[in-house]
T-cell receptor, first 113, second 117 residues
């Protein structure tokens, strides 16, 4: 069964601190993995896209890693800001003629002053 | 670039009425658009895939006669919730696939909050 599990479910950190969000997947065949940020009441916005051959990719204060062997990914946020408060969703795309998408349940991050 | 808009952003309607939600790709052509539904504290659930010029493909458990999808052009798809009931109240999000993007990137709209009284 194609699944994407994220941990922790929710997280509260102090402004300025770093944090790491985890994503484990069982999706096959794998095409690519993306991390999205979803503000409350808004649509998701893409942060990173990672293909099978990529191990690390950064986008500003966001750094994503991918281990295709263990089917794990992480999103590291450096020097958190209040505006980072949002849900972070790990999404895995399957390859094939009809590209299917499996969404993780998300990690709700709250950054407090 | 790659902006997707939705209209309306919020709608409140009476039970039994129909509601139409528009999804537009503003600066790119989208041969495929997707419609999702998101309940509170849950992740997005794919409802249907909409291909320009052809019938939409619905996910298992989604009633095609209740959720009518029309993808009339490369920049517009509409979702009509027919005879809406309170259990249809949800956050509806569309996404559009940029056919010019090598990763088949999907760009999401801002969502439409539907409340059925």
């Amino acid at each position: 069964k194609n699944q994407v599990e994220q941990s922790p479910q929710s997280l509260i950190i102090l402004e300025g601190k770093n944090c790491t969000l985890q994503c484990n997947y069982t999706v096959s065949p794998f095409s690519n993995l993306r991390w999205y940020k979803q503000d409350t009441g808004r649509g998701p916005v893409s942060l990173t896209i990672m293909t099978f051959s990529e191990n690390t990719k950064s986008n500003g204060r966001y750094t994503a890693t991918l281990d295709a062997d263990t089917k794990q990914s992480s999103l590291h946020i450096t020097a958190s800001q209040l505006s980072d408060s949002a849900s972070y969703i790990c999404v895995v795309f399957r390859s094939g003629g009809y590209q299917k998408v499996t969404f993780g349940t998300g990690t709700k991050l709250q950054v407090i002053p | 670039g790659a902006v997707v808009s939705q209209h309306p952003s919020r709608v409140i309607c009476k039970s039994g009425t129909s509601v139409k939600i528009e999804c537009r790709s503003l600066d790119f052509q989208a041969t495929t658009m997707f419609w999702y539904r998101q309940f509170p504290k849950q992740s997005l659930m794919l409802m249907a895939t909409s291909n320009e010029g052809s019938k939409a493909t619905y996910e298992q458990g989604v009633e095609k006669d209740k959720f009518l999808i029309n993808h009339a052009s490369l920049t517009l798809s509409t979702l009509t919730v027919t005879s809406a009931h309170p259990e249809d109240s949800s956050f509806y999000i569309c996404s559009a696939r940029d056919r010019g993007n090598p990763f088949n990137e999907q760009f999401f709209g801002p969502g439409t909050r539907l409340t059925v009284l």
